[in-house]
């Protein structure tokens, strides 16, 4: 069977059988492979992927090139790098209608970690963000 467009739908080129396969948090972390060493570029990396994959869930804050915030609700969590001198802030916190029930800082490689299990979640649930499998499963 072969991944189809959306990364989420295989097809079998013999019979024409369809399946519909759930998208892992390991693929979509995978697929972004982010440098976590080097701040800038992680910063406009991640900025420049949330915003083409689901952009109205991004906000991004920037000078030019240079990227000073992102946040990102995805669902019931909320996703905040901010570029503090040669560091990044990153926190995670749980959100129910509008109001943060748990907020805390979380050290950048957790972050990306949750951030990946929160895109995987929603690209399960929502057809259109199935758009997101396929782009980061194609990287």
Same mark, same amino acid.
């Given at each position: 069977?072969?991944? !189809?467009? +959306? #990364?989420?739908?295989?097809?079998? #080129? ?9 998208? !892992?948090? +390991?693929?979509?972390?995978? #697929?972004?492979?982010?440098?976590? $060493? ?11 992927? *949330? ?11 920037? $000078? #030019?090139?240079?990227v000073h915030v992102i946040e990102v609700m995805l669902g ?16 995670? &916190? &749980? ?6 029930? &748990? $907020? ?10 949750? *951030?990946?299990e929160a895109l995987s979640r929603h690209a399960n649930v ?5 758009? *997101? ?7």
């Amino acid at each position: 069977m072969q991944p !189809g467009a +959306d #990364g989420r739908v295989y097809k079998c #080129g013999y019979c024409g059988t369809q399946a519909q396969v759930a998208v !892992g948090a +390991d693929q979509v972390a995978a #697929g972004m492979s982010l440098d976590l $060493s080097n701040v800038d570029a992680l910063l406009a990396q991640l900025a420049r992927m *949330l915003q083409q994959v689901v952009p109205q869930e991004t906000k991004v804050q920037a $000078s #030019g090139a240079h990227v000073h915030v992102i946040e990102v609700m995805l669902g019931q969590d909320g996703f905040l790098l901010r570029r503090e001198g040669q560091n990044v802030v990153s926190q995670h &916190k &749980k959100v129910v209608r509008g109001v943060a029930l &748990k $907020s805390k800082d979380v050290p950048l490689d957790q972050l990306v970690a949750l *951030l990946a299990e929160a895109l995987s979640r929603h690209a399960n649930v929502n057809a259109q963000a199935g758009q *997101l499998a396929a782009q980061l499963l194609r990287r």
